[in-house]
Nanobody, 117 residues
Framework: QVQLVESGGGLVQAGGSLRLSCAAS????????MGWFRQAPGKQRELVAR???????NYADSVKGRFAISRDDAKSSVYLQMNSLKVEDTAVYYC???????????WGQGTQVTVSA
């Protein structure tokens, strides 16, 4: 069973930066999209950023220009660089990887990001 392990969350002041990492416990073959989602208390989980197999990216409007997603298929890993963080970015962040080969969709356990004023 593949597990996604996230790291890099924590407490940061508004305006600061964090880099989230997500790595699979073993190689995932045929990776299609990789993404980051987040869920704030009392809110639905929302897409933050996604990167396609070909490298195309899309971002939630609220993070455009501040966040950058990247991937390393050889390591079955995805990253999220978060700059100019705002209090409203506070949430649990989840990584997601889907495989065309196995037709499976994998989720991380979540990492807390807290931005203080």
């Amino acid at each position: 069973q593949v597990q996604l392990v996230e790291s890099g969350g924590g407490l940061v002041q508004a305006g600061g930066s964090l880099r989230l990492s997500c790595a699979a416990s073993r190689t995932i073959f045929g990776i299609n999209n990789m993404g980051w989602f987040r869920q704030a208390p009392g809110k639905q989980r929302e897409l933050v950023a996604r990167i396609s197999r070909g490298g195309s990216t899309n971002y939630a409007d609220s993070v455009k220009g501040r966040f950058a997603i990247s991937r390393d298929d050889a390591k079955s890993s995805v990253y999220l660089q978060m700059n100019s963080l705002k209090v409203e970015d506070t949430a649990v962040y989840y990584c997601n990887i889907d495989s065309l080969l196995s037709r499976q969709n994998f989720w991380g356990q979540g990492t807390q990001v807290t931005v203080s004023a």
